[in-house]
């Protein structure tokens, strides 16, 4: 600005009012930004304090996932350890005492002759035979046992082979004896006992992985039920059928495997035998015996014996007034024995009455122990309340044995002790009545038509 053009002080009032102007609206721009720079701040702030506290709650997200992969992944080790451990147990319970089981019926599979003949021997050798020809079929048979039942209805058997029972006793102990694993089991009279014990038994050992084959020694139709049963067992090999006569064509039929085991049972059906009735000697009568589409084997002839053939006798004639006249006597049919079930009847003991009646009287804590006596030590010891310090001799100790068999088993005849001091039967029938005033076994545990005082009712 030039100075010299300036007249007067209020040539610079204009100038004055510009700056002022100016000055102004910097102190209003400056105002703005401050204001705005504050708002940016305070914003800023803000959202920073947002995103901390996001943060910190995607850092605790993330240790927690952490941890819960850490604790699945101890858990998912933990599993895999157990189902580990739980499968080589598995297997191990699969293969541990691997057992190969035989079941014979021995109403159908009869043992070779000269076995039988031979006794208890016989039977000894029967087993050991038996069990070699097994592990022959076995794989690895070092690791594996044998077990072996054969059932048969003893008295039955004995008729066939037309062999004293005490013979077939003797065989049956020798089989049972030679290898602890081996039993021959009497089912007695029972209609078809062997058939449902075999069926039962085999069904009950094929759901066990221990049993790693189930040898059936049976050849009649009556078992193609049972094979039926265990389709999936026989497609998986686990069932074979031993041969020694001739298998159903039936048995064949349903795609079994059979092995032959014709060096240790008859390759050969008994023939039926069928015994002629006894007649007077004036008139001999012979009945003819139609052919049967059903072959008969032995089989058939002991799961359901027919009652014996009348007798009728030939008498010497009595004398009698008229000499012509001879009277013919015709006895009646003898009564078989009384067979109360499985077990039988219990042997006779042979009593003396005083010695009995002096026994009963002791009473309390003078009465004698039935167990201490007949068992051996009782097991109560000490806490026994009956007596056991007194030395009976042997009429005595058949005394507390016949008063020991006054109390009913709790088995009954399923009872398989061998030494049981219970009875089985009442032992107080005389004469077809029941003796004892107060009998303690059931109405059915007596011989039919007893005539009874007081017992309990039979069970349903």
Known sequence: MDVTSVKSITDFV???????????????????????????????????????????????????????????????????????????????????????????????????DHLVKQGAEGG????????????????????????????A?????????????????????????????????DVANVDTGAHA?????????????????????????????????VKDEIKSKRITILEGCPVSKEIIGTGVSVASFDAIFRAEKLPLVVDKPVTTASSIAS?????????????????????????ILPLAPKTVQSKSAAVRVTTRPVSPPWNPGARGLDPPIPLNQNVLDIVKKRTGSDKLCNNHYLRGPCSKGDACCFEHDYTPNQDEIRAIQFLARLNPCTNGQDCDVDNCIYGHHCPSVKDGVCTHPFCKFHVNEHPPGTKIKASKKPVD
């Open 14 to 112: 204009p100038r004055y009012r510009e700056y002022a102007a100016a000055k102004e609206q910097t102190e209003t721009f400056i105002k703005d930004l401050m204001i705005y720079a504050e708002h940016i701040e305070n914003t800023t702030r803000q959202e920073k304090l947002a995103l901390n506290t996001q943060l910190r709650h995607a850092q605790f997200d993330y240790e927690d996932s952490v941890n819960a992969r850490r604790e699945l992944q101890a858990r998912v080790m933990d599993l895999e350890s157990q189902l580990s451990f739980l499968s080589q147990n598995n297997s191990g319970l699969k293969h541990r005492n691997p057992y190969v089981l035989v079941l014979v019926d021995g109403n159908d599979l009869i043992f070779q």
């Open 124 to 151: 000894s050798k029967a087993a050991y035979a038996l069990r070699q020809a097994v592990y022959a079929k076995v794989q690895n048979p070092d690791d594996t046992e044998i077990i072996a039942k054969v059932v």
């Open 153 to 185: 209805n003893l008295s039955g058997l004995a008729k066939a082979l037309r062999r004293n029972e005490n013979d077939l006793k003797h065989f049956m102990l020798g089989f049972t004896q030679a290898k602890a694993s081996f039993d021959f089991i």
């Open 197 to 229: 014990k075999i069926a039962d038994t085999a069904r009950f050992h094929l759901k066990n992985y221990n049993c790693t084959q189930v040898m059936l020694g049976v050849s009649d139709p009556a078992y193609v039920q049972l094979l039926d049963d």
């Open 287 to 311: 009945t003819p015996i139609s052919n049967s589409a059903t072959p008969f084997t032995y089989a058939t002839i002991t799961q359901k014996a027919s009652p014996p053939p009348q007798l």
